[in-house]
């Protein structure tokens, strides 16, 4: 009776589409775009908007102006505003944008949200306790997703 709920579990293991996920390490730009999904599944816009007004998450809003986020209070200028973004920049580029955002915009102060090595450390000489030479990235690929479908909602 186990053996038959093993390889019951099994095969429907096997009868579930893949779930494609590209890692930090594995991103592929093409002029500071992302033309692949880093997750195969499409974002929610919703939470996307959660992600990007969220402190501890993407906290999108510290810097960028969102009209449509007009409720959330401290919108920064540092950046520029998100109106509109839809109109200027393909999904791929805002994918692009938001994975790190130096690949297009090489002197951009924007965090790099999914990126987890590569970084200039020169504080590990300093320190008894340096960071781990990869850090997690600050968003998910699946929250990187979210934003970038609900920055596709921003159209004039």
Do not use: W
């Not at 390889?7 to 592929?28: E, N, S």
């Not at 919703?46 to 969102?66: D, Q, Y």
């Not at 007009?70 to 994975?99: C, N, T």
Request: charged fraction near 15%; charge should be negative.
């Amino acid at each position: 009776m186990r053996h038959q709920y093993l390889l019951g579990v099994v095969a429907a293991c096997l009868a579930l589409p893949a779930l494609a996920l590209t890692g930090p390490h594995d991103l592929q730009f093409a002029d500071g775009a992302l033309a692949e999904s880093l997750t195969g599944q499409p974002g929610d816009p919703a939470a996307g908007a959660k992600v990007m007004a969220t402190r501890p998450l993407g906290n999108c809003v510290a810097c960028h102006e969102i009209p449509p986020m007009a409720d959330v209070p401290f919108q920064g200028d540092v950046g520029p505003s998100l109106a509109g973004v839809a109109d200027r920049y393909s999904e791929a580029q805002l994918r692009g944008i938001v994975a790190n955002a130096k690949m297009t915009f090489e002197g951009s102060v924007m965090p790099a949200f999914y990126k987890n090595s590569g970084y200039i450390r020169p504080g590990d000489g300093f320190t008894t306790n340096p960071a781990p030479a990869d850090l997690q990235p600050i968003l998910t690929a699946q929250e990187i997703e979210d934003v970038v479908a609900y920055l596709l909602t921003l159209k004039e």
